[in-house]
């Protein structure tokens, strides 16, 4: 009789003030995105990574709560912060994401839902099936949701053809940008578990054949590139960001949109200095809970 492996289930317990800190915290430490349960009852967060092999409890306990260390230390209450590690089965994991992920839109052009999901899309409106995945990243956090909307309202207006997203996580901005019309599409992680989850991702959505999906490093990126597109997506940590800045911003064709995400709110001037001194100007940004995104044109 064929067996399921289980999955192990890394949790931390906090107030919704710091769930974004700490689902940030809980990515950066497992290199893929986290997700969170708040309960509106009794106003704690649950946010959680699942991964295939049991972690070295120890080592992992001790980078979490320096991290959480971290967090307080800005400011933020993390409640109880108690740290959980569990075995679970893979039947239970995934039937509890369908009561917790819901359709998303953004704007009248773009319909993001779970394939179980009976939600019809509206006339001209194209659809990204995503269902959650050991690599999340669903369009739920404030900045993939700002990125969607960021490449909706290029679409829209017509000044936005083709699309490159860095740190792609789940694939979900290269596919709905793809689906939406943008050629040639470019995307790409230094996660090999992410890059093949985006590569599931495009299969599903059926569109593997126009999007290129591949591994890579920004801090390896040749400063001259082969291409320039008219839209970037880098969602990213500020100190990369700015680390990387000039590498970031060869890729942008002049005329063309850069979209920053993954800041945390008190990061963000910084990070728009930096972009500034690169000649880009902030024309939209967005700031929900503990994070800020924006984007940049050139001047």
């Not at 679409?155 to 740190?167: K, Q, V």
Request: net charge positive; glycine share 8%.
């Amino acid at each position: 009789m064929k067996t399921t492996k289980p999955l192990w289930r890394i949790s931390v317990t906090t107030l919704l003030e710091a769930e974004d800190a700490v689902t940030e915290l809980l990515a950066t430490i497992f290199g893929c995105a986290a997700a969170a349960y708040f309960n509106l009852e009794t106003g704690v967060s649950i946010v959680s990574v699942f991964r295939d092999q049991k972690p070295e409890v120890k080592k992992v306990e001790a980078e979490i709560l320096d991290g959480l260390k971290r967090i307080m230390e800005c400011g933020l209450k993390i409640g109880t912060g108690q740290i959980e590690i569990a075995k679970v089965k893979r039947e239970d994991w995934a039937e509890s994401w369908k009561r917790h992920f819901h359709p998303l839109e953004i704007g009248k052009t773009l319909l993001v839902k779970p394939s179980w999901s009976k939600k019809r899309p509206r006339k001209n409106q194209a659809v990204v099936i995503l269902d959650p995945g050991l690599s999340f990243g669903t369009g739920q956090h404030p900045t993939t949701s700002f990125c969607l909307g960021e490449i909706a309202r290029c679409h829209e207006n017509g000044a936005a053809r083709s699309f490159l997203d860095i740190g792609t996580g789940s694939g979900i901005l290269a596919i709905a940008a793809t689906k939406l019309g943008y050629q040639p599409v470019q995307a790409f992680d230094f996660d090999p578990e992410s890059v093949r989850v985006a590569k599931a991702n495009a299969r599903k959505n059926r569109i593997e054949h126009r999007i290129k999906l591949t591994r890579g490093d920004v801090t390896k990126l040749p400063l001259k590139p082969a291409r320039e597109f008219d839209l970037v997506c880098a969602n990213l940590i500020s100190t990369l960001l700015i680390a990387e800045k000039q590498r970031i911003v060869n890729r942008v064709k002049r005329g063309g949109t850069l979209v920053l995400a993954g800041i945390l709110a008190a990061e963000f001037a910084e990070v728009e200095r930096a972009f500034a001194g690169l000649k880009l100007k902030l024309v939209a940004s967005c700031v929900e809970n503990e994070w800020c995104s924006g984007a940049f044109c050139f001047v």
